[in-house]
């Protein structure tokens, strides 16, 4: 199958999520869509397989336009995805669950035998070993993927979507699963292989379209270096400038010390890390997301458990305290993935707003809500921070992504904090409430706090940065000058120590 894609856009609301996509997928080749979290990739693979429908453009599949109004559509042009999550109904066996929602399906009624023929007939095919009368959820992660590619394969597919099919795996199993992706392309399948992980990009595919912000920025090649590909990833294009005057930097306010945190599956996600935040300063971390960002976060949040090192706010060790009290010291927390950590979909605007402090002073009096205070304060936020809303009593979930990050934001300004880490402040939110954004973190550096900027944009951080530590593999490998160039922070991202960095002073 050659699938072309022409000028594909999916707005959600002002924000969009992908702009004026061009893509060509050719027969038999791996096409990696490369792009950090946020760049549109799933949403654009959810148009291709029939799940969103496009804002404008459209998909030719052999040369003729098609309208993929479901993924029955996209199945039965010869569309399978392996979606970013699994989709396996973990009691089930492997057998049932590659033929839920397939055509076997006699009038409801599970027809086992075909669908174990099925499974033993596609694993054959393709060397994806399985024993279908397994039980999904007693299965190992890299193995319950192979029954979602079996599940994908088992309609009559000439292109394979696997969206981030690596996140879950151990190394071990990221190599089997690209055995699999040759023999898959050596059959002639085309498959389009998402990642925002260089090496593995690199390894595997034939073509590799980089996506930042919802636009291609740039079709490259196998053959370009690691460091090319993590500078297009994370964009030089656009420069966004924000009038900053220097820095007044004063004592360390947050101190990070041989910081150590295990992954699930035991392997070091921090690896003795140190980095230091001083009052009045922006420190952003610059790195390809996966090398110990999220950890760092949540370490300093309270939610993960460093295996050793110590974690310092205000010359006081919080290292052993519960988030709870680490925000009553000081520290204010942009999470990076604000609708899983950041707000409660199901409440107001004015609900989300106090939820750092609806059981303090002055909004609760003897375990009482003052609903007057909450209502007071929510007023005082949407003004300030030109939160666009109906009101405080509108559900949080009906704003756009731009407002409820302001919702975000607003809540973790509400209360005296010396700290904060603000963790990719500006995803999916649209031009103008970046602006707002990243002048409310100056305005906030300015008052004397100590900045964290945790963020998969190098022009984010060069913008806002006055130190920029450049993490790898759970490691700070540099600490440098805002005005480093920006090739020599690429390297470091990268992995590569370039000869002479220009240190920060
Ligand atoms: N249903 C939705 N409504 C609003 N915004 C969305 C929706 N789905 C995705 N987005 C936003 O679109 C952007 C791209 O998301 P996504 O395609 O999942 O990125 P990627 O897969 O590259 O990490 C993100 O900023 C995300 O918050
Ligand atoms: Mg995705």
């Not at 696997?162 to 690209?178: C, I, Q, R, S």
């Not at 906030?444 to 920029?468: H, P």
Request: contains cysteine; hydrophobic residues 45%.
């Amino acid at each position: 199958m050659r699938l072309e894609v022409q000028g594909l856009t999916k707005a959600f609301g002002s924000f969009l999520a992908d702009d004026s996509v061009d893509l060509v997928v050719e027969p038999g080749q791996v096409h990696a869509i490369l792009g950090e979290n946020g760049a549109g990739k799933s949403t654009l693979m959810n148009m291709l397989y029939g799940i969103l429908e496009p804002t404008s453009g459209q998909i030719l599949i052999d040369g003729e336009p098609v309208r993929l109004r479901s993924p029955g559509d996209a199945i039965a042009a010869g569309i399978g995805m392996v979606h970013q999550h699994f989709k396996l109904v973990g009691p089930f066996s492997v057998a049932d669950n590659v033929q839920l929602g397939r055509e076997h399906v006699k009038r409801g009624s599970l027809d086992r035998a075909t669908a174990r023929r099925a499974v033993l007939e596609v694993s054959e095919q393709y060397g994806l070993a399985l024993d279908p009368d397994a039980i999904c959820e007693e299965l190992p992660v890299g193995v319950q993927q192979r029954v979602e590619i079996v599940k994908a394969l088992s309609g009559k597919t000439d292109l394979l979507i696997l969206d981030e099919p690596t996140a879950v795996l151990t190394p071990p199993e990221v190599a089997e699963l690209l055995g699999i992706i040759r023999n898959l392309t050596a059959s002639g399948m085309s498959v389009i292989f998402i990642s925002h992980k260089l090496k593995e990009v690199k390894a595997i595919a034939d073509t590799i379209t980089v996506l930042r912000r919802g636009k291609v920025v740039a079709e490259a090649s196998p053959d370009d270096s690691e460091a090319e590909l993590a500078a297009a990833m994370v964009g030089r294009s656009v420069v966004l400038t924000v009038d900053r005057p220097p820095a007044q930097p004063g004592e360390v306010a947050l101190d990070i010390k041989n910081l150590t945190v295990l992954g699930e599956r035991g392997t070091p996600m921090l690896d003795g890390l140190d980095l230091a935040v001083r009052a009045g300063e922006i420190v952003g971390l610059a790195g390809v997301e996966g090398n110990g960002q999220t950890e760092l976060a949540r370490a300093v949040l309270g939610t993960v458990t460093p295996a050793s090192g110590s974690i310092d706010m205000g010359g006081v060790a919080v290292t052993g305290r519960d988030p709870y009290r680490r925000i009553v010291a000081g520290l204010g927390y942009i999470p990076e993935d604000r609708g899983r950590d950041g707000l409660a979909a199901d409440f107001t605007v004015a609900e989300n707003l106090v939820l750092n402090q609806y059981r303090d002073k002055p909004l609760s009096h003897r375990g009482v809500v003052d609903a007057a205070a909450v209502r007071t304060l929510a007023d005082k936020a949407i003004a300030d921070f030109d939160i666009r809303t109906r009101g405080p009593g509108e559900l949080v979930s009906a704003l756009s992504g731009g407002n409820q990050q302001k919702v975000v934001i607003a809540r973790e300004f509400s209360r005296p904090r010396s700290v904060l880490v603000a963790a990719q402040p500006t995803r999916g939110v649209d031009v103008g409430a970046i602006e707002f954004i990243h002048r409310r973190l100056v305005a906030e550096r300015d008052a004397g706090t100590a900045v964290l900027l945790i963020s998969a944009e190098l022009d984010e951080i060069l913008a806002l940065s006055d130190r920029i530590a450049v993490i790898h593999n759970g490691q700070i490998v540099g600490v440098l000058a805002p005005d480093t160039p920006r090739e020599i922070i690429g390297q470091l991202m990268a992995g590569h120590r370039p000869a002479d960095p220009a240190p920060a002073s």
